[in-house]
């Protein structure tokens, strides 16, 4: 709970200025201090500066970390993924390394389907151990905050258990955890000719439920040709915000079917993906102030187009950028790998990947007020770093740099 963590070589504080987001070029300015202390207290940032301005004295035994050499930054925010799941789809992965794609693996009862299938069979028990086992691994990663849908069970029970087990994970493990219900993921087999009685169901029964129970924050639709259109996205979404869930959107991701428009007039706080967005599905994101959530790990492992980040915050759109773990369409939950990426396969900057993973994430998340950077109030979310400069996190690819991770004060024993 109380830390002062001292010596720091490069303190990447990513502060805010009191705003909720950084949005395009802001998203460069990363509030470095050099030789930087931060001293925290009942888990929140109490103090944040240059040593040389520390004239403070601690009592005897308050706990310190020394971080000379060492770059200190904000915990990672990973606002979408899919990261509950049983089972794995790596024969899919190897037949994609062959030339299949994953429209086609989706249509002969493969893709998200066969997760379904999975996931039905599995106990809630089963669902928390495996999930449980990848949050331990993120957190040593660098992740201190992570969105978890639902999705992979498509019928009421199947849904409700997915989103108890993310709810008892959430009160378990030091991870903060923002559960999202997204029945409407895909059509499931037995409504597989019968869309709109599967959408009634999610309406209906689905969202009430999880709306009475307070199981969500938010409530997601995979909005996409063969999945849920236009009209049926915003119906589930409006009914999402009666029943207390904010909307969030799996938008553009294989069409352009105009997915960044619906996310602006709904009001959502993030439209996801947007690897096809246009022109004016930017400039509705733009009018709605709706995050840009770009999912570089999926453009990658599914050798698909990226979404046009640089359009993006050229057209002064927050973007923030998340790993989409699950099964299917990117199976690594690494932030920095998708920093990598985002720089060079999307060319956006290191600071601005970095921006994109922190406040902005938090902000997708609406929780930017609290986490996602490291300033006075905010809860003491830091990660130290053993590398000369925070830029290395991009760079250096494929090597875990974080040696501490430090979540509300407490650094985690992982
Ligand atoms: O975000 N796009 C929809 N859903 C996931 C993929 C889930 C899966 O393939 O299992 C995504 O990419
Ligand atoms: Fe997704």
């Known amino acids: ?39 925290c207290t009942d888990g929140k940032i109490a103090w944040v500066g240059p040593m040389s301005a520390w004239d403070r004295k601690l009592p005897d035994q308050f706990p310190e970390l020394d971080a000379t050499g060492k770059v200190v930054l904000p915990g990672f925010v990973d606002s979408h993924t899919h990261m509950m799941f049983a089972g794995n789809r790596a024969h899919e992965f190897a037949l ?25 069979a599995a106990t809630k028990k089963d669902l928390k151990r495996q999930t449980g086992r990848y949050v331990i691994e993120m957190m040593k990663q660098g992740t201190t905050t992570v969105e978890i849908k639902s999705g992979y069970g498509l019928d ?60 969500a924050t938010f409530c997601d639709v995979f909005c996409e040709k063969r999945y849920f259109g236009l009209e049926e996205s915003e119906r589930i979404l409006n009914e999402g915000k009666m029943a207390g869930m904010q909307p969030k959107i799996h938008a553009d991701e294989l069409t352009a079917l105009g997915g960044a428009q619906l996310a602006a007039k709904v009001g959502a706080v993030s439209a ?88 902005n994430g938090a902000a997708a998340l609406n929780l930017s007020s609290s986490v996602g950077s490291i300033e006075v109030g905010k809860n003491a979310d830091l990660i130290v770093a053993n590398i000369p400069d925070y830029t290395f996190l991009a760079y250096h690819f494929g090597a875990n740099h974080i040696v501490t991770t430090i979540k509300n004060g407490t650094i985690l024993e992982l």
């Not at 109380?2 to 998203?27: H, P, W, Y």
């Not at 955890?177 to 869309?195: D, L, Q, R, S, W």
């Not at 990658?300 to 187009?305: D, Q, R």
Request: charged residues 20%; negative net charge.
């Open 1 to 39: 709970m109380n830390l002062f963590v001292k010596n720091i070589s490069q303190l990447v504080t990513v502060d805010s200025g009191g705003k909720r987001v950084k949005a395009g070029r802001e998203m460069r300015e990363l509030g470095i201090i050099r030789d930087a202390a931060v001293l």
């Open 96 to 120: 994609r390394s062959e030339g299949a794609t994953y429209q086609q693996m989706a249509g002969v009862g493969g893709g998200i389907l066969s997760t379904i299938k999975n996931v039905r």
């Open 156 to 215: 009421l029970d199947s849904e409700i258990k997915m989103m108890e087990a993310i709810h008892e994970l959430e009160r378990e493990e030091m991870m903060t955890i923002v559960p999202t219900f997204i029945g409407a993921h895909a059509v499931p087999p037995e409504y597989k000719n019968n869309k709109s009685a599967y959408v009634e169901l999610v309406i209906n029964e689905m969202i009430p439920y999880v709306g009475k129970k307070k199981l």
């Open 272 to 359: 996801d993906h947007l690897e096809h967005v246009s022109e004016e599905g930017i400039k509705a994101l733009w009018d709605g102030g709706v995050v840009a959530t770009l999912l570089p790990g999926v453009s990658f492992f599914l050798s698909h187009g990226y979404a046009p980040a640089r359009k993006l915050i050229e057209g002064d759109v927050a973007v923030a950028i998340a790993s989409d773990f699950n099964p299917g369409s990117c199976m690594s939950f690494s932030m920095p790998m998708m920093m990598t990426i985002a720089c060079t396969q999307m060319r956006m900057t290191p600071a601005e990947a970095l921006t994109a993973a922190t406040l």
